[in-house]
């Protein structure tokens, strides 16, 4: 058994789950193209979950803070890309590339926008008087999460609302006969990007470095002349950015998007968080990329079990890792 | 004037009362050990300096200035550097990275890393070695390095030789009397034998309370004192 563990530490460790996955789908799904079509489908979806999961990772890993109210973010993130995306709607029908461009980022730039300061607000407000006590942070948070959801309804209405996509990201891409939707390519491509911009900012940058030695060993942080609360303050707004960013691609990619949205994606990013272990980013990229990777195969192959993919993808990773795949050294 | 006074300092810990009355002067320079039996409070007068745990009533002077109700992160900054029983070394950053969190402005002093090299040379072997994959002494010597890569006026050192090899005690011991050369010590220590070899003055801590303070060379030839306030019978 050691030497088995050693020969896939070698090769990549716990990263080689999702190739291992991967591999596993092709021989059950016997058809390439719609092999191609589900991986592409569950890295984008996954990239995106990233999004949403990687702040609240590093503020449960940081503060030991169970933040239920995160989802509030992704809700705020979608629907508010949505009401610009809808605004500019000439925009992102203009043949100009250019405008099409400028208009989802723009819709992104709003959903970051009010990420940072609702998270500020969030933190300084909600989080700040129940730090160090879990149930009050379960049930404000979560309280939270309901008050976010009635302020959605109140500004948005009940029923579902449409997102206009841009031109050029509508459509799909023929490789013989494969298909792959440009939008998810585009989301995968996006998620990548944080993700490295996140990597490299916590493995080369000072407040990297104090983030990490924070999530591991706060007082010690202290100790050594740094205030961890402002740090994270500054973490949260950062991780309620990428929720209102990761929600902001999401309603791009449902195209149509409710106040539950919220709730729905809430029991998604506890679950990435935990499979990947608390405080770490790679294994929130890990978890959500295989949370991703399991929803569109066994939604393909047993489509009955499919809502309970996540939660049978997490019961077999804590049985194997009890502390998640990848979690921050403690 | 002490570079450290402590003024009939309490403190408690959740419901229980740890520190009673822990009232001592720390004058500037040298090792200044604290002794006492598991329990006595050691840890928690350290502690209770770097604004961990908050004493009420009580206060904690440094070098005249009040620093009792000061954040932990203001006290250190003060050129107040703690080294805690667990060593409270970042298992997941390397030996580097665990050095330059511990610089004021992110960079080295070439003079203070050579120092560093000379003091524990495993450091310098291990520099790129994430810290969890260091012996237990090796992660005492990063422990210390790190408390020194900065010029500081006082260090809290809590245990540092337990379940330390002797040899890699002895090598402590060494580093210790050169640093001890430049900055004050405040050293807590249950082995006897290396608080001795280092201390200048000292203060036996008991249930809570200053139970004895005076010089080492004193303390160490009254056998029946030592019996009395470290010995498990007593």
Known sequence: MQQINDFAGRLGGVYLLPVVVAALAFVMIGAPSSWVTLTVAGLAMGMMIFLMASGLSLVFGLMDVLNFGHSAFVSFGAFIAASVLAWLSGWLEADAVSLNIAALFLAFGAAILFGLVAGWFFETVIVKPVY????????????????????????????????????????????????????????????????????????????????????????????????????????????SALAALGGAMWAGYETLITPALGAEMMIVVFIVVI???????????????????????????????ALASNMILMVAILLWRPNGLKPAAK | MSLLSLNSMKTNIGQYAVLHDVTLEVPEGGVFVLLGRNGAGKTTTLRSIMGLWQPSPGSVLFNGQDITAMHTADIARLDIAFVPENMGVFGGLTVEEN???????????????????????????????????????????????????????LILIDEPTKGLAPAIVDAMADAFREIAQNTTILLVEQNFEFAKSLGRDMAVIDDGRIAHSGTMADFAADTALQDRLLSLSA
């Open chain 1, 275 to 305: 499979i990947g272990g608390l405080g770490s980013i790679q294994g929130t990229l890990l978890g959500a990329i295989m949370v991703g990777l399991m929803a569109n195969y066994i939604g393909y192959l047993a489509p009955k079990l």
């Open chain 2, 99 to 153: 050095l330059i969190l511990a610089t004021a402005k992110g960079r080295f002093d070439p003079t203070r890393l050579k120092r560093i090299y000379e003091l524990f040379p495993a450091l310098e072997t291990f520099w790129t070695k994430q810290a969890w994959a260091l012996s237990g002494g090796q992660k005492q010597m990063l422990a210390v390095a790190r408390a020194i890569i900065e010029p500081r006026a």
């Open chain 1, 132 to 239: 160090k006590d879990h149930l009050r942070q379960i049930l404000i948070t979560m309280g939270a999460l309901i008050v976010a959801e009635q302020m959605i309804l109140a500004i948005w209405g009940g029923t579902p609302v449409s997102v206009p996509r841009p031109e050029f990201l509508e459509g799909s891409l023929l490789i013989g006969d494969i298909t792959i939707e440009i939008y998810r390519i585009f989301a995968f491509l996006l998620g990548l990007g944080v993700y490295a911009a996140l990597y490299l900012t916590l493995n080369r940058t000072r407040i990297g470095l104090l983030i990490r030695a924070g999530v591991e060993n706060r007082e010690m942080v202290e100790a050594l002349g740094f205030r961890v609360d402002r740090l994270f303050v500054a973490v949260f707004m950062l991780g």
